[in-house]
């Protein structure tokens, strides 16, 4: 800006004459309130800049930390993770359990578990505690064969003044044996199972999951897991009669389970439900005579191999 020497008006730093008398402007110098303007908006400026900087590292590192967060996420899950994966296996387990004292209670009123795989576990533990018992009692067999034998063989050895021998004589693969029975009867008993679903399929014209089908015949039959749990204390307690009227009492009670899935079920009917179940009676005879082939098959291998024992 310039000041008129003679009125003082304020003039623009261009302006040559004064407006206001006329005075000369043209050597009057310009006043420093430009440059005191100039100076102010320097500073306003800087400060602005180091504003925006500072917003652009709060910003950078915001981003940073989200970063370093979502990282770390994955390690601190896990635990989390394994913490409702074991709260999950105890609810599992103890619908398992409500729904096995429901069927033990009221077997023909059956509901639908929780998990579809209920009735496989049972079965499976149904299977696993037969052989558990068939194992306990070859051991014991094998034991006492083993003592009468080596009773024998001393009484001889006495007899000829010869050194006695107290080693067993009957070398018998019990786990091995009783490994293949699980295998066996798991397949034979998918098998039947299979077929009967089969039918059960052909008879009604609404078709049932196999897994329902399977819930239902484990809900009918879960009886026989006690029936089993009191043959397996039968073989530790060497009770062969008890054992024998239990094994006829799963039997009977596996066959009942097998045709009340067939004559229970509700629905449009393709066939008359009785005609189902003579099918599936011959299906489980077949079972049965395939079953009875197959132990006596490894009642022969096993006598063959004691007698080979015995010889050696």
Request: aromatic letters at 10%; glycine letters at 6%; one cysteine or more.
């Amino acid at each position: 800006m310039k000041k008129c020497p003679k009125c003082g008006a304020q003039m623009s730093s261009d302006t040559n004459f004064c407006t206001e008398c006329g005075a000369d402007l043209r050597n009057v110098s310009v006043s420093d309130e430009s440059v005191q303007s100039t100076e102010t908006f320097e500073p306003n400026g800087t400060v602005e800049n180091q504003n925006q900087q500072q917003a652009n590292q709060n910003t950078q590192q915001t981003a940073q930390a989200q970063a370093t967060q979502q990282a770390q996420q994955p390690a601190q899950a896990q635990p989390v993770r394994r913490s409702i994966d074991t709260e999950q296996a105890k609810q599992t387990a103890a619908s398992y359990w409500k729904w096995l004292l429901g069927s033990w209670a009221h077997p023909t009123n059956t509901e639908a578990p929780t998990s579809k795989w209920f009735g496989v576990v049972s079965i499976a533990i149904e299977i696993f505690l037969f052989c558990a018992s068939f194992f306990t009692m070859v051991q014991k067999a094998v034991a006492y064969l083993n003592q009468q034998a080596n009773n024998v063989s001393n009484g001889l050895a006495a007899l000829l003044g010869q050194q006695q021998n107290n080693s067993n004589l009957i070398h018998f693969n019990s786990f091995g044996t009783s490994f293949e029975i699980f295998i066996v009867l798991l397949l034979l008993d998918a098998a039947v199972l299979g077929a009967v679903y089969g039918i059960n399929c052909w008879v009604f014209r609404e078709k049932e999951s196999f897994f329902d089908f399977i819930n239902r015949f484990a809900h009918y039959t879960n009886v026989i897991l006690i029936t089993n749990l009191l043959f397996f204390l039968f073989s530790l307690m060497s009770a062969y009669t008890m054992m024998a009227l239990v094994l006829v009492l799963s039997i009977f009670l596996y066959i009942l389970g097998m045709t009340m899935v067939i004559v229970t079920r509700q629905g449009s009917q393709r066939l008359d439900r009785l005609y189902g179940a003579v099918f599936v009676a011959i299906i489980i005879l077949i079972a049965l005579g395939i079953l009875c082939a197959i132990c006596g098959t490894a009642v022969d291998i096993a006598v063959k191999s004691l007698t080979g024992g015995l010889g050696n």
